[in-house]
């Protein structure tokens, strides 16, 4: 993993918390192993096919420094997984948040998010931004997320700018 020390600690102890509390179990995972693989083959599926978009591997490389957060339910199968980018100014950026089809609307992405903010606090970093789509704009609203400014492209379809303070 990307962290070391007190700071790896106090996340771990967090996502065991985390797991107590639910019925899924939420893994940093580290670049370039086979869990990794699977995120990205979840957030291929979920998350580019449907725009009939595909990652390279120049793109994938320049994830090497972030954070992969996966989540599994209890028989181990990967349900969910995104990304976390850190930036200056003690910002730190959720991208590529991806739930399997047949578990969303169950609270998942909820919980996952959860997990990324705290693990972004205990990380120091006191915002947390990221680019929703504009179909999600509702379920961040409801996690305390504000837009920021106008609405914008990206991948050919409508995002805005989202903040929450840490």
């Known amino acids: 993993m990307f962290f070391l020390s007190m700071k790896s600690k106090q996340i771990a102890k967090y996502l065991k918390t985390l797991k107590s509390n639910s019925n899924y179990t939420f893994n940093l995972v580290d670049f370039g192993t086979p869990a990794y693989d699977e995120t990205v083959r979840l957030r291929r599926d979920i998350l580019r096919i449907p725009l009939d978009l595909e990652f390279y591997p120049e793109d994938l490389a320049l994830e090497y420094d972030q954070y992969h957060l996966a989540g599994y339910d209890q028989s181990g199968n990967l349900v969910a997984c995104l990304v976390l980018k850190t ?80």
Not at 104 to 128: D, H
Request: contains cysteine; charged residues 30%.
């Open 87 to 166: 930036l200056p100014n003690s910002e730190i950026k959720m991208r590529q948040v991806a739930v399997r089809e047949d578990c969303q609307k169950r609270g998942i992405g909820q919980l996952m998010v959860a997990a990324s903010e705290e693990i972004g606090r205990n990380l120091g970093f006191t915002k947390m931004v990221l680019h929703a789509r504009k179909t999600a704009v509702p379920f961040y609203k409801k996690l305390s997320y504000k837009t920021s400014g106008k609405e914008f492209l990206e991948v050919e379809i409508p995002h805005y700018k989202m903040v929450k303070n840490l």
